[in-house]
């Protein structure tokens, strides 16, 4: 087997994993499902990844990766202003989401009924929550000086925008029950609710 196909065979099932967790949760998923679904004996997929843990770490490592990636290089754009470095991470953060929009629910189903899954997943965010935090409050406390924004702590400004964009995700089924003529058109109403969040995050930090 050549290491291209060894790579499709890989990603085949990362994909196919990922479907299956979010859909029926750690426990109920099926390492035999799994390799159905992409297309691999049961056999080959333990050959790439010996248990269903390794396989969930994997796709968890992954998700915190691509996040990651989308907010620090944000943050050290220097060509742009704060505001619009703002603007553009809360944009990011939100379109991750819609890219993997049973992912908060997923993670906080997990966390509640294996606690132990907290610890994963703290590690993971870990490697990369200390250099963003340090470079948020570092970008804010020179927006202060400048007399651009109000002082706020980068943390609470962190969980100011998971608010409002992991909501809108969680609460998803339950809005398009009760506001089903809002959210008929699904597209639209995520470019509407990403725009509102973002405005009322700049509300919160814009001096006026």
Do not use: W
């Not at 202060?144 to 969980?159: N, S």
């Amino acid at each position: 087997m050549s290491e291209l196909e060894k790579q499709s065979n890989e990603q085949k099932i990362l994909a196919a994993a990922e479907q299956e967790f979010l859909t029926k949760g750690f426990d109920g998923a099926r390492t035999t499902s799994i390799a159905k679904a992409a297309g691999v004996t049961h056999a080959m997929l333990h050959y790439y990844f010996r248990t269903k843990e390794q396989l969930f770490e994997r796709i968890l490592d992954e998700k915190v990766r691509i996040m990651s990636h989308a907010l620090l290089p944000t943050l050290g754009d220097s060509e742009h202003s704060f505001l619009n470095r703002i603007r553009t991470i809360i944009s990011a953060h939100f379109d991750f989401l819609v890219e993997n929009p049973l992912l908060p629910r997923f993670l906080i189903n997990e966390i509640l009924s294996r606690p132990e899954r907290y610890e994963l997943l703290q590690k993971r965010i870990s490697q990369y929550s200390g250099v963003i935090f340090d470079n948020l409050q570092t970008e804010i406390t020179e927006a202060v000086e400048r007399g651009e924004i109000l002082p706020i702590d980068g943390r609470m400004l962190f969980i100011n925008v998971m608010s409002l964009n992991v909501f809108t995700f969680i609460a998803y089924p339950l809005l398009e029950t009760a506001m089903g003529d809002l959210i008929a058109d699904r597209e639209s109403f995520l470019a509407a609710r990403k725009a509102e969040n973002i405005e009322v995050i700049m509300c919160r930090i814009l001096k006026r």
